[in-house]
């Protein structure tokens, strides 16, 4: 059999995971084969150039001035583990005589690719993210085609024109699955591959998740919320004009996450900058509601999410999303509330209507218990700025 090329690999596989379009997935890659296609990178620029200006159109809705990258050996690895990931539920695959040995092969050599040093480099996270943000839409389109002698299905596959021809006739019927994420990627074969690549592209985590995806670790993520142009970024695609469900659907994830962050042993640093985004998500959803004709009317969000029928559906993460900026109140009121809303008068009142009615719809007995469990992270005494740094009162003499 000819080995694939690192050309057809970029033009079948990478450029539509980035651009959009049909991946076609072939057999596994060996781990052979991606170091030999990376020393061949040089031989395919048409395809690589055609990769890189996909996710630079990626990026330019994210970021004012998208940086200069270029397809590098760790971002064609990803790939290669996410195709190996795909073969595994491929329809085919049990067709190509996988055995259970094999298919424990090819699970650990997609693990080996996909387990790429982590990066904090600004270029490099937005290259990755570019390269893999559609990797929880991912679908597979399966068609059911049933006609008058019988019927047939086609997975990831379009049917032969021999089939659906004749519609009226021969009494043809097409009926449309699509599989998504859950069936495709988060079951047991996949699930560590994904969730070990998941990890390799944190950005992607913050702006798009999957309720089958696996949770975010905000220690792997925290760096990016101290970008001011990445951190606005997420903070906007995570709370869209849309439905009160679909407002607070991302958000909530992110508390979750947060309540798992204070489990462990996390850097102080962390946890108050990450307890400061989520205190700014809700100034977001208060500024969404600035057009109320009552400006003192209750919040409509909240008494929809928040409210007592909907108790046993809320989101895990939920309540403490809204019961944060009480909580930081109480420990540090300086992250309670974003600066500037003071400022703001009708953006005051509005934040204020919230603290409220979040109060009364969780209760206060929420909001200390969240409280003391951010105490235990919060070690460093609050003390006035003026105490911690001292002018002096001549040039060349401190602490005067």
């Not at 540090?332 to 209507?353: E, F, N, Y």
């Amino acid at each position: 059999m000819a080995k694939t090329s690192v050309k057809d690999f970029l033009s079948r596989f990478v450029k539509p995971l980035v651009a959009g379009g049909e991946l076609h997935v072939g057999a596994p890659i060996p781990l052979p084969d991606v170091a030999r296609w990376e020393s061949e990178l040089g031989e395919a620029s048409v395809e690589t150039v055609d990769v890189d200006d996909a996710r630079t159109a990626v990026l330019s809705t994210l970021v004012c001035r998208p940086p200069a990258f270029l397809l590098e050996g760790d971002e064609l690895s990803l790939a290669a583990g996410l195709h190996n990931a795909l073969f595994l539920v491929h329809p085919r695959a049990d067709q190509w005589s996988v055995s259970d040995r094999q298919r424990r092969k090819i699970i650990d050599s997609s693990l080996a690719m996909v387990s790429q040093p982590l990066t904090h480099n600004r270029t490099r996270v937005m290259a990755r993210h570019a390269l893999l943000h559609n990797l929880m839409s991912l679908t597979r389109r399966d068609i059911t085609v049933s006609w008058w002698t019988g019927r047939a299905r086609f997975q990831g596959q379009k049917p032969p024109t021999r089939l659906t021809a004749w519609k009226g006739m021969r009494r043809v019927r097409e009926d449309v699955t699509i599989v998504d994420f859950d069936e495709l990627l988060a079951v047991p074969d996949t699930a560590p591959v994904i969730a070990t690549l998941l990890r390799r592209t944190p950005l992607t985590q913050l702006l798009d998740a999957h309720p089958g995806a696996p949770p975010l670790h905000w220690e792997d993520a925290v760096f990016l919320l101290r970008d001011a142009e990445l951190a606005r970024a997420i903070a906007y695609r995570l709370v869209p004009d849309a439905a009160p469900k679909e407002q607070i659907t991302g958000p909530a994830r992110l508390a979750a996450a947060y309540e798992q962050m204070l489990e462990r042993a996390p850097d102080e640093g962390d946890v108050r900058a990450v307890g400061a985004f989520l205190v700014h998500l809700n100034a977001l959803f208060c500024l969404a509601e600035l057009n109320l004709r009552e400006p003192g009317a209750k919040s409509p969000l909240i008494s929809t999410v928040l409210s007592a029928e909907t108790a046993g559906q809320r989101p895990r993460g939920l309540a403490t999303l809204f019961a944060l900026p009480g909580a930081l109140a109480v420990v540090d009121p300086r992250l309670a509330m974003p600066p500037g809303i003071a400022d703001l008068p009708a953006l005051a009142q509005r934040w204020k209507v919230h603290r409220a009615q979040t109060a009364e719809l969780l209760g206060e007995a929420v909001i200390d218990a969240l409280a003391a469990r951010l105490r235990r992270h919060f070690r460093l005494a609050m003390r006035d700025p003026a105490e911690v740094v001292q002018l002096s009162r001549s040039p060349g003499v401190a602490g005067e």
